[in-house]
């Protein structure tokens, strides 16, 4: 039997159950009524204990998306999505917020044990090296449940709090910048998400600091029916530098599930923000039945000159993946990075890409994507870079490479360029390649089984943008590749 | 050694080894001739188990064990190696990082431990200076970009790594400059053991000057024609293969 074709077989029988994710905790949740409506809104608002100009924006978000229509452009298909069947805040009883771990449900303690998550610092302190420690705001479902290294965060002059806390403490910091990147009207998604955000993290980095560790939030959409809608914001002040990085899982399900969050950043002179995600949302399993719908909207702002935003992400859930980190660049010199590895297996739908957009004056950009496609998965990188015509000496580099594992998926690069500006040197390459069979023979030949030669060769060819990830997580992301691809080869 | 008997062969309904016998002994230097399209290559890929090749009947026997039965990968571990007539280009994954991945994963899968990093380093270096190769080479991903010539080295080099005991040499030699000839046939010598076994496949007389076969097969509508010594490799060298042709249309 040719390799192919063993291959398909072999990824039809894949009980997608390689998710090692997928358990549920058994805890006693509070939540909205389902549906969306006003009075939902104000549910929520009231359970943050909101003021008058959140609920404001929230509901002035709420008219809006009546008036809006879901987009329906990105190579991805799924059966229409009942917006009053989702519950838009899920989270568990013992609110107010647990003041310190001790107060936590120990249910939800062991959950993120289980996902490998630390929260305890004392046992964070024990095991790692003073430079490696990652502090972690941990949101289950619509509630951050514990942030760690808070004291010693403030201590540096640096601000790390779920995003509910920051209306309360940092109400005109949150004020001044929220809905400054991605604008409450931007998209369905993004305005659906500003009318019923519950959590997610605030950082905001004094000038001149570098922050002492690594910021990093782990989400985990728990209850069932529920939407998790986070919405993150973070500001890295004149000349200061921080280094953020979000993970996700969620259980099991049959139904599928929406994610629709917004991630804003917001750079100012000399700042630099490097923004990584690992997002390993429940895929569904091998028939396309269940999974996370993951409709998200970032954005990094290059506000002022000389900054620096850098996006990695390693995309190996989700049902469906819709999602375009951006760069703003604004200021003169200012730089956008770029970094994507998204795989995708069984039936999974990725569409994603990013945009630079260059306003400023010596503004650069660098794209370097990485899409991998199994099973019957489909893989669409899709780009947009453009100079307007103020931004002389603008640059770009965009590198989109594929691989096809198997001959009954597919990928699609759909590059935009956009340039008004004649000085604009804007470059592009893209390959697609497939593990052919004779490279796999010859791999086999010297004694490497098909998995080990896959691995050998999707590590190759991802090794460029996992150099991009923080140390600690570049490893826990090779595996999490090589457990997704699991079963793709015979 | 290798024992092959009544090999029957076809790809895509096509006939290409008909009833082959072949047998070559431990410690044995066989060389296999015969025209381009008789079917030489495809009886290394048959014996290494690339996939696409239909075995109608027959049998390949290393050591006792049947071939037929086992992946590529087993095969590999048994002993078995082929050095490609056009050796694949691995982008992205650097030559070392190949070689060690295919030397552990063939010590694992007979028992033995992993070697450990500076030990692999050291064996590696080795091998490549005694085949004069740059050592930049070696960061390089696998034979891409290489010219002909270095990816036979590079074949030759990884032979030299696995130590196995069937070696297959498919046209080593072509595409490799008189210098390199003479190089790699030095490696090639120096893994000639009373426990090895090779299977040198090529056009030439030159290889075998350098490399001095114990038999000489000539291979012929995918069969193997006539046995000899290593002076049967000059005669064909002076008369060609028009004898064979007649008596085929005879
Ligand atoms: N995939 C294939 N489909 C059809 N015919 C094939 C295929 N592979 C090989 N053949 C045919 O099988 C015959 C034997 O090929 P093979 O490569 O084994 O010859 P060879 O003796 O190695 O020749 P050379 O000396 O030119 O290397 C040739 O006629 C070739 O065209
Ligand atoms: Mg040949």
């Not at chain 1, 500001?235 to 599928?256: F, H, M, Q, W």
């Not at chain 1, 506000?303 to 390693?314: A, C, E, L």
């Not at chain 1, 001959?407 to 390959?431: D, R």
Request: aromatic share 8%.
């Amino acid at each position: 039997m040719p390799a192919v074709q063993e291959t398909i077989d072999q990824v039809r029988s894949i009980d997608v159950d390689q998710y090692k994710y997928g358990f549920e905790t058994e805890v006693e949740m509070e939540k909205a009524p389902k549906g969306l409506s006003e009075d939902v809104i104000r549910f929520i608002s009231a359970k943050k204990g909101e003021p008058e100009w959140m609920l404001q924006w929230r509901l002035d978000a709420y008219k809006r998306w009546l008036t809006m229509k879901e987009p329906n452009w990105a190579r991805v298909s799924y059966d229409k999505i009942d917006y009053n069947d989702i519950y838009y805040y899920a989270a568990p009883k013992n609110n107010p917020a647990p003041k310190s771990l001790d107060e936590v449900d120990p249910e939800i303690l062991k959950t993120y044990e289980k996902l490998g998550i630390p929260l305890r610092e004392q046992e964070i302190l024990a095991g790692v090296e003073p430079q490696n420690r990652v502090a972690v705001d941990a949101v289950f479902d619509s509630v951050s449940v514990a942030t760690t290294f808070k004291e010693e965060l403030k201590k540096a002059g640096v601000i790390f709090m779920p995003i509910s806390e920051a209306i309360r403490e940092y109400p005109d910091l949150v004020r001044q910048y929220l809905g400054t990147v991605v604008p409450v009207t931007d998209n369905f998604f993004a305005t659906l998400n500003s009318a019923v955000f519950t959590d997610g993290s605030f950082v905001y980095v004094p000038p001149g600091v570098r922050c002492p560790m690594e910021l990093s939030t782990y989400f985990r959409i728990n209850e069932k029916n529920t939407g998790q809608f986070e919405r993150t914001l973070i500001i890295a002040d004149k000349g200061s530098y921080v280094s953020y990085l979000e993970g996700c899982t969620a259980p099991k399900r049959d139904e599928n599930q929406l994610h629709a969050a917004v991630v804003e950043l917001i750079a100012l002179d000399d700042a630099e923000i490097k923004y990584s995600t690992v997002q390993n949302w429940y895929p569904g399993d091998a028939h396309g039945k269940g999974g996370i719908y993951n409709f998200v909207t970032k954005r990094g702002d290059c506000r002022g000159k000389n900054s620096v935003i850098t996006w990695t992400q390693v995309e190996t859930g989700s049902a469906i993946t819709w999602k375009y980190p951006s760069c703003i660049l604004r200021g003169d010199n200012s730089r956008g990075e770029f970094y994507s590895i998204a795989v995708s297996n069984g039936m999974q739908q990725v569409d994603s890409g990013t945009k630079m957009i260059h306003l400023g004056k010596n503004t650069t950009s660098r794209i370097i994507s990485k899409g991998i496609a199994a099973g019957k998965s489909e893989n669409t990188y899709r780009g947009l870079v453009s100079a307007h015509r103020k931004a002389t000496g603008a640059r770009n580099f965009t590198n989109c490479d594929s691989l096809l594992i198997g001959n009954q998926c597919g990928a699609h690069t759909v590059p935009y360029i956009e340039s008004k500006n004649s000085t604009a040197v804007f470059e592009h390459e893209a390959t697609t390649s497939k593990i052919s069979e004779d490279q796999m023979f010859y791999c086999q030949q010297r004694g490497l089984s098909e998995e080990e030669a896959t691995a050998l060769i999707v590590n190759g060819f991802v090794k460029d943008v996992l150099q991009q990830l923080p140390m600690e997580f570049a490893v826990e992301a090779q595996k999490l590749i090589s457990i997704s691809l699991e079963g793709s080869v015979g | 050694m290798l024992e092959i008997k009544n090999l029957v062969v076809q790809i895509e309904d096509k006939r290409i080894l008909n009833g082959l016998d072949l047998t070559v002994n431990k410690g044995e230097v066989a060389a296999i001739m015969g025209p381009n399209g008789s079917g030489k290559s495809t009886l290394s890929y048959v014996i290494a188990g690339k996939e696409d090749y239909e075995v109608l009947d027959g049998e390949i026997l290393l050591d006792g064990q049947n071939l037929l039965e086992m992946e590529p990968d087993q095969r590999a571990a048994a002993g078995v190696f082929l050095a490609f007539q056009y050796p694949l280009e691995i982008p992205g994954v650097g030559t070392m990082t190949f070689l060690k991945a295919a030397l552990n994963a063939q010590r694992k899968a007979r028992g033995q431990d992993e070697l450990s990093t500076p030990d692999f380093i050291k064996q590696v270096n080795a091998a490549a200076a005694k085949l004069e190769m740059p050592k930049d080479m070696l960061k390089r991903a696998l034979n891409v970009g290489f010219s002909g010539g270095e990816k036979k080295r590079m074949e030759i080099l990884q032979m030299a790594l696995l130590q196995p005991s069937f070696c297959i040499l498919d046209e080593t030699d072509s595409g490799l400059d008189i210098d390199a000839l003479r190089i790699v046939s030095e490696g090639v010598n120096a893994l000639r053991s009373p426990d090895r076994a090779f299977l040198v496949i090529t056009h030439y007389q030159r290889l075998l000057n350098h490399i001095v076969p114990d038999t000489v097969h000539v291979m012929h509508g995918g069969r193997i024609v006539r046995t000899g010594g290593k002076e049967l490799a000059l005669e064909l060298e002076a008369n060609g293969y028009a004898d064979y042709r007649e008596s085929e249309a005879a």
